[in-house]
């Protein structure tokens, strides 16, 4: 069973940064895909970054790309999701997730964190 800690979200105004951190226990890190997702109010969860167990492969949501890096430290079982030019439309809980396979479709995910709130304000 894996446990996983979302954290770092925060109101920021828009153009600025935040940077997100997901702290994993209960399971053998390397070998998890990590995903990060996020919900704005009134919208369905949509995918955001994902990264593979070594870290060699990423991949993200078009809306994000150029803007978001996500990244991972095995030795620190810790995922990140650094955010830059942010906008309004950035607003929602973010979350990360574990997979077996590192993968945009969220049915795959199997551990979730609890979720981080993310403001960007105009």
């Known amino acids: 069973q894996v446990q996983l800690v979302d954290s770092g979200g925060g109101l920021v105004q828009a153009g600025g940064s935040l940077r997100l951190c997901c702290a994993a226990s209960g399971g053998f890190f390397i070998t998890y895909g990590m995903g990060w997702f996020r919900q704005a109010p009134g919208k369905e969860r949509e995918f955001v970054a994902s990264?593979?167990?070594?870290?060699?492969?990423?991949y993200y949501a078009d809306s994000v790309k150029g803007r978001f890096t996500i990244s991972r430290e095995n030795a620190k079982n810790t995922v990140y999701l650094q955010m830059n030019s942010l906008k309004p439309e950035d607003t929602a809980v973010y979350y990360c997730?574990?997979?077996?396979?590192?993968?945009?479709?969220?049915?795959?995910?199997?551990?979730w964190g609890q979720g981080t709130q993310v403001t960007v304000s105009s």
């Open positions: 997730a574990a997979a077996h396979i590192s993968t945009a479709q969220s049915m795959a995910y199997d551990y």
């Open positions: 990264i593979s167990g070594s870290g060699r492969s990423t």
